[in-house]
C-alpha cells in the first residue's frame, strides 16, 4: 500500500494537508518509507485524529448502477456472473468425537418379552450380580456350643 492509499484509507485529504503542514507531511512521508504501513500505523496513530478532523477528506459518492430496460436479460446477465459453486451440504447434528466402547447395546422391547415369557430361570441364572460382596456367611466356620 503506497503513502498516498494509506492516507485515503485514513480518509485524510493528502494535498491539503501537505500546503498546510509541510514539515509534518514530509515527516510523515520519510517515516511511513523507512517503517512500513503496519508500524507506521501503530506509531502514529493518535496523530490520525487530529489530522483528520482538520483536514477531512469529501466521501465518495458511490454511482447507482444503471438500469436496463429487459429485466429477462438483466438476470441472466446477472446469473451468468455469479456462479454458484456445488458445495456438499454440511452433516448436521450432534457427532461425537470418541466412540463409546464396550456398550452393550439396548435389545428390543419385544425380543424381551419373548425371551422372558419362554425362559424366565435361564436369564436369571445366566446374569451376573451387578455387586458380589466379600464377606459370605457361608464360609463362617459355626461356634462351638459347648459351655
Known sequence: MTFEEFFKKKRIDLPAFEKAEPALFSEFKTHYQQMGEKSFDHTKKYWFNKVRRQYLLPPEFKTEKPQIENPLAEQTITESLIEVPAISSPKLG??????????????????????????????????????????????????????
Do not use: C, L, Q
Open 94 to 147: 450432534f457427532v461425537p468425537k470418541f466412540k463409546a466402547a464396550n456398550i452393550p447395546k439396548p435389545a428390543k422391547v419385544e425380543e424381551k418379552k419373548e425371551n422372558s415369557d419362554d425362559t424366565p430361570k435361564e436369564e436369571s441364572a445366566a446374569a451376573k450380580p451387578a455387586y458380589k460382596p466379600r464377606f459370605n456367611m457361608k464360609n463362617i466356620p459355626p461356634k462351638p456350643s459347648g459351655e
